[in-house]
Every structure is written in structure tokens, then in C-alpha cells.
């Protein structure tokens, strides 16, 4: 029985596994996107780009003498005429022109690994700028984990193509082009009968491609989805251990792991088919120049147009393996482009008009006209509200879990735009208004408050980055956090880790009532902000908000209602629509929503 369990719980852990893999879709190379990704060496094409260009021009060129000197000259006069002078002045004319190759390759490599990391750069910091403006939306349609693949792997795998991929597509196509010419000029005859497999191999290597291409498509995609379930499992590890989860969490993990394996595995034997294929093709290459080759020395050629004939085609064969590799490099860099550009042109929902208006003050009056806004096109959050919020007013919402109130707070802060209706702000509709005018006048405390890694005195001037030292100890002072900062070893220098997990919840909950606090918003927005906070701390805080609050417009979202008492107006919402609107003792006399709501938490604490 016990074996039955088994097998049938790590069945249903292998159907998750298998409905979590996406499928890779198949779409032709598209030398526009890669146009696109390479004009982000622009920047350096004064500098960087035109001095690489320029050392391969001269590696290129000392390449494609060198076999005519040694054959034409060296042989074929030098040593064929005895004159020793000449053989002279020839080694040392190769001797330098190999010191002014190496001294190329130098340089090429040096600023060729700059110009690679300036891209990346450029690159990385483009996409994470516009991921910070995109919409709440954006990020709740997406993992974390995937989109910290996009910023850091897929940016990564760019990397080769750019510090050596694309110098050398350009070094091996003027190679290839250069020795063909030459071939042709020294044998014509010979150049055609040995290239003749070249067609062939043409056919062949274009088969290949879309396998390749595939291939690393695939790679991609399977590191997405291990990179992503593997941040899951670390935000989530507490969950997951007092669930007793970890082995099936193991063995999802496993399943992921071992499809990111196989991806690589099958990657890598793609590309290992096209290097065996170039060597064969060499081989046959050079048993057609011995075979035929020996027949036209017994017809007339030289011994010196016969060697660097040999010369140049072991050449040849080196630049066409090369261009393998970098068109590898090109399928890689599709692949993670094409995940790249798809964030880059994902355009934010909440966008501001052309020329926004700048509001430097606020008084902080808000007016909601008939405004309807859904998540999905299933259910309606909000439902033909009309609600005015007077500036410098503090105004309760509550109501059932799904009823709206986080819903109306997102839209005051421009997270999200209502799908009808419009929110002005001092009689200013808000999408008129600059975003970050908008919000530099709008703090938010959440019931899941955010610690960055730093130490407090950074986390509580988050909110106003200008603030002085002695401006964030007062902010703290005010909201009852100091007492607990300075019995830390550190005091406010204290390094607070990722998360704040060396803090407790109620801390963290006071650090972040401090941070929006200190920048001294004209719209406070408190979201289940004391929910975390015990009774006796969060008495102080409601002590210390009666005097912060005054002058400031306040949204207070709570389920606790001892908490919303002292409101000014208390708005009742239910299935987005709002039910009564008054203060405490008025909704307390009408005996609606709020009465009940009110009675049912007094006999629960009773109970308790």
C-alpha cells in the first residue's frame, strides 16, 4: 500500500514536470533582429570597432602574403637562382611582417575583449532600465527567476559573439574571399577541381542549421525554467521544509535539471557535427591537390606555385571551420536575443502622454468617477466606483479578501490604469500627471514590507535618498523604531542582510513605516501596514500616526478594524463595488456590512 502512495505522489510530480515544458517555436533566422543586436556596437564605431577592424586587416593581409613569398619568391627564384641576397632580404621582410601580425593580433584581442565588455554593459543596463519601467502587469505575468535569466544568462551567452564572434566573421570572410582569388590567379585549373566539394558541402551545412538553431533555442528555454523554479524554491525554502516538501521539490528539480542536461548535451553534438565535417571535406580537398597537383607539375607548374597552392588551401579549410563556430555563436546569440528583444519591446501598460505635467506640490484631494478596472477579462475588480478622498483626509477601506481596496490603492499610485472611468488628483486626471512627479508625492506601506541587503540608515533612506543622517534617526524616532535600532550591535549601521531576516517581522514592518515617513508624502498608503505588528507596538505607531498624519491625505487598508476607528471616512467595499461610506458611528448605527464586520471580529477576539 505504502509502495502505491509512492509511485502515485511521484506521478503526479512527473505531470507537473511534464505541463511546465514549453515548447520551442520554430521561426526562420532573422538577420534584422541580429542587425538589431549588433547596432549596439555603434556607440564605439569611432574608437573601439574601426581599431579592430584595422589590426585585422593587417593580420589578414600579412596571411595572404606569406604563401606567395615563401613559394613564389623563395623558392621559385631565391633558392632555384642561388641568390643569396635575395633570400635575405626575404626572411627578414617574413620576420617582420610576422612581428607586425603578432603586434595586430595583440591589439585586436585587447580592444576586441573591450569592445565585448562595453556591449554587455550597454546591453545589460538597457534591459534593466526598461524592465524598471515596465507595469505591475508585466511582473505578474512573470517569475522572477525567469526574468533574472533574460538580464544575466541570456545576456552572458552574448558575450563570445561580441568579444570575438563578429571581428572574426569579418577576418575569416576577407581570408576566404582573398585565398579564393589567389587560388584562382596561381591555378585555375586546380583551384576548381579542389573547390569542387565546396557546393556539397554548402548543401550539407545549410541542413544543418536549423537543427543547430533549434538546439540552442532549446537551451535557453530549459535554463529559463531551472533558473526560474530554482528562485522559487529558494524564496519559498521555509514553506517548502515545514511542508515537508523537499523531496518532491528534489525530484521536480531533478526533472528540470536533467531536460537542461540533455538540451546541452544535444547542443553540443549539433555543433560537433559540423567541425568532423569540414576535416572530411579537407581531407578529400587535399588528396585531390596531391593527385592532380602532381599531374600539373609534370605538365608545367612550379614547385613554389605548388606549395603555397598547399599553403593557401590548408588556410582555406581554417576560416570555414571557423565560421561554423561563429555562426554557432550567431544561433546562441538568436536564441538569447530573441528573449532579450521580447522584454525590450513589451511596452509599459502604464504610460505617460507626451508632455506630462510636473506637480513639485500636492495638496492630496483624490476623486474616483465611475472607475471599472480588471485583472483578467473574467472578473471585475472594481466596479463603477465614485469615491472622493479629501485632501489631508484619512479614508478607511475594508471589506472581504477580493472586495478592491488593494485594487484602489494600485490605481492611486498609477501601478495599473482603470479600464473606464478616470482618477484626478487635485482636479488633475493622474495620466496627465508625470509618473514620478506622481509617486515622489504617494509612499506605500505594505503588510509584506521589503528589506534590501544594506544597513538600516540605507533601507529608511531609500524613501528620500537626500536625507541627512539626523533626518532619518528623527523619522525613526517618530514612528517608535529607534528604541530597537540602537540595542542592535551596530545601531543604524547595522547590516540588515537580504530580506531583513536578521530582523523580525514588527521591525521590519517599522523600518519601512520610517523610510515613508522620511519622504514625507502628500498621499500615505497603508496596506494591511500593522497586520504584522503586535498590539502594543502597533499602539505606538497609531500614536505617532495621529501626529504624522496631519496635513497628509491617508488610505488605510485594514482588516483589523480597531485600527480604523479614529478614520475620518470609513469606505465599505464588496466584489469591487462600494457598499456604505461613513465614519465609525455612523456606519455603526446603520447596522449594514460594517456593523457585521465589526460584531464578528468582537466575538472572534472574545473567543480567543
Given amino acids: 500500500m505504502s509502495n502505491q502512495k509512492t509511485d502515485s505522489k511521484e506521478a503526479l510530480i512527473l505531470n507537473r514536470?511534464?505541463?511546465t515544458t514549453e515548447e520551442v517555436i520554430e521561426k526562420p533566422f532573422n538577420w534584422k533582429q541580429m542587425w538589431r543586436l549588433l547596432s549596439y556596437m555603434k556607440p564605439y564605431q569611432k574608437n573601439l570597432l574601426p581599431l579592430s577592424i584595422i589590426t585585422v586587416l593587417i593580420t589578414t593581409a600579412v596571411r595572404l602574403i606569406i604563401p606567395i613569398l615563401i613559394g613564389v619568391y623563395v623558392l621559385d627564384q631565391a633558392i632555384i637562382n642561388k641568390d643569396g641576397g635575395q633570400l635575405t632580404l626575404l626572411v627578414l621582410l617574413i620576420g617582420a611582417m610576422y612581428a607586425a601580425s603578432y603586434a595586430a593580433n595583440f591589439y585586436r584581442i585587447k580592444w576586441m575583449n573591450t569592445l565585448g565588455q562595453n556591449v554587455i554593459y550597454d546591453l545589460r543596463k538597457h534591459l534593466f532600465t526598461h524592465v524598471q519601467k515596465l507595469s505591475h502587469r508585466f511582473f505578474d505575468e512573470r517569475s522572477a527567476g525567469s526574468i533574472l535569466v533574460r538580464i544575466l544568462n541570456d545576456i552572458n551567452s552574448l558575450q563570445e559573439l561580441f568579444t570575438n564572434g563578429v571581428i572574426n566573421l569579418l577576418m575569416d570572410?576577407?581570408?576566404?574571399i582573398g585565398i579564393f582569388v589567389i587560388l584562382l590567379s596561381l591555378s585555375p585549373e586546380l583551384a576548381l577541381a579542389v573547390l569542387v566539394i565546396i557546393p556539397v558541402m554548402f548543401?550539407?551545412?545549410?541542413?544543418?542549421?536549423?537543427?543547430?538553431?533549434?538546439?540552442?533555442q532549446l537551451v535557453r528555454l530549459k535554463q529559463s525554467k531551472l533558473n526560474s523554479h530554482l528562485n522559487e524554491s529558494i524564496q519559498g525554502i521555509r514553506v517548502t521544509q515545514a511542508s515537508t516538501q523537499e523531496k518532491p521539490n528534489m525530484m521536480f528539480f531533478n526533472g528540470l535539471n536533467k531536460e537542461n542536461f540533455d538540451s546541452w548535451q544535444n547542443a553540443s553534438k549539433q555543433n560537433a557535427m559540423f567541425r568532423p565535417f569540414v576535416e572530411i571535406t579537407n581531407a578529400i580537398g587535399t588528396a585531390v591537390l596531391i593527385w592532380y597537383g602532381a599531374y600539373l607539375i609534370q605538365h608545367g607548374m612550379t614547385i613554389g606555385v605548388f606549395v603555397s597552392f598547399a599553403f593557401y588551401l590548408?588556410?582555406?579549410w581554417e576560416p570555414i571551420s571557423r565560421l561554423g563556430m561563429v555562426y554557432n555563436q550567431l544561433l546562441m546569440g538568436m536564441a538569447s536575443s530573441e528573449r532579450i528583444f521580447e522584454f525590450l519591446d513589451e511596452k509599459p501598460n502604464v504610460s505617460e502622454i507626451d508632455n506630462p505635467v510636473i506637480v513639485d506640490e500636492m495638496k492630496g484631494q483624490v476623486c474616483f468617477?465611475?472607475?471599472?478596472f480588471a485583472y483578467t477579462s473574467k472578473r471585475k475588480a472594481l466596479n463603477g466606483v465614485d469615491l472622493t478622498i479629501g485632501a489631508g483626509e484619512t479614508v478607511a477601506l475594508v471589506g472581504h479578501t477580493g472586495s478592491g481596496k488593494t485594487t484602489i490603492a494600485n490605481l492611486i499610485s498609477r501601478f495599473y490604469d482603470p479600464t473606464k472611468g478616470e482618477i484626478t488628483v487635485d482636479g488633475m486626471e493622474i495620466k496627465n500627471i508625470s509618473l514620478q512627479s506622481l509617486r515622489k508625492q504617494i509612499s506605500i506601506v505594505l503588510q509584506d514590507t521589503f528589506i534590501f541587503s544594506g544597513t538600516i540608515m540605507e533601507n529608511i533612506r531609500f524613501g528620500r535618498p537626500d536625507a541627512t543622517d539626523e533626518e532619518v534617526i528623527a523619522s525613526a524616532k517618530a514612528i517608535g523604531a529607534h528604541t530597537f535600532i540602537?540595542?542592535?550591535?551596530n545601531k543604524y549601521l547595522t547590516e540588515v542582510e537580504e530580506r531583513g531576516n536578521i530582523l523580525s517581522?514588527?521591525?521590519?514592518?517599522?523600518?519601512?513605516f520610517s523610510r515613508a515617513l522620511l519622504a514625507n508624502p502628500r498621499i500615505l498608503i497603508l496596506d494591511e501596514a500593522t497586520a504584522s505588528i503586535d498590539t502594543e507596538t502597533e499602539l505606538k505607531i497609531q500614536e505617532a500616526l495621529r501626529t504624522l498624519l496631519k496635513g497628509r491625505t491617508a488610505i488605510m487598508i485594514a482588516h483589523r478594524l480597531s485600527t480604523i476607528r479614529d478614520a475620518d471616512k470609513?469606505?465599505?467595499l464588496d466584489h469591487g463595488s462600494i457598499m456604505e461610506e461613513g465614519s465609525h458611528e455612523q456606519l455603526m448605527e446603520q447596522k449594514g456590512i460594517y456593523y457585521h464586520l465589526v460584531e464578528a471580529q468582537f466575538k472572534m477576539l472574545n473567543a480567543v
Fill in 505 to 512: 517581522v514588527g521591525q521590519r514592518q517599522l523600518l519601512s
Fill in 17 to 19: 514536470f511534464k505541463y
Fill in 314 to 316: 590548408g588556410m582555406f
Fill in 369 to 372: 468617477k465611475g472607475v471599472e
Fill in 486 to 489: 540602537e540595542a542592535l550591535p
Fill in 173 to 176: 570572410i576577407i581570408l576566404l
Fill in 570 to 572: 470609513i469606505v465599505v
Fill in 203 to 216: 548543401f550539407i551545412s545549410t541542413a544543418l542549421r536549423r537543427k543547430i538553431r533549434k538546439s540552442w
